[in-house]
């Protein structure tokens, strides 16, 4: 039953990633391909922990863990620029 709800997130994950990754590349405006970017790298978190459960290594949360905390100044950062420029 486990590995049934496993594969199902897993699926999940990657339509969400499939799905932001079509706005992020046919998105009208820049704040649009931000919002995209940051549901890639959120969904890409949750399926980076998924392989560190599959694989039993803890080392890949360390992994999602900085690439989380990159990922949320990169956020940060450009979404300060687009409101009032460095």
Do not use: H, N, Q, W
């Amino acid at each position: 039953m486990v590995s049934k709800i496993l594969f199902a997130s897993a699926i999940i994950m990657l339509l969400a990633i499939m799905l932001s990754l079509y706005r992020f590349i046919k998105g009208p405006t820049a704040p649009d391909r931000l919002v995209a970017y940051d549901v890639m790298t959120v969904s890409s978190l949750a399926l980076i922990a998924l392989i560190a459960y599959l694989a039993s290594r803890i080392i890949y949360l360390d992994v999602a863990i900085v690439y989380g905390l990159l990922s949320f100044l990169g956020v940060i950062i450009v979404s300060r620029y687009f409101e009032r420029g460095l």
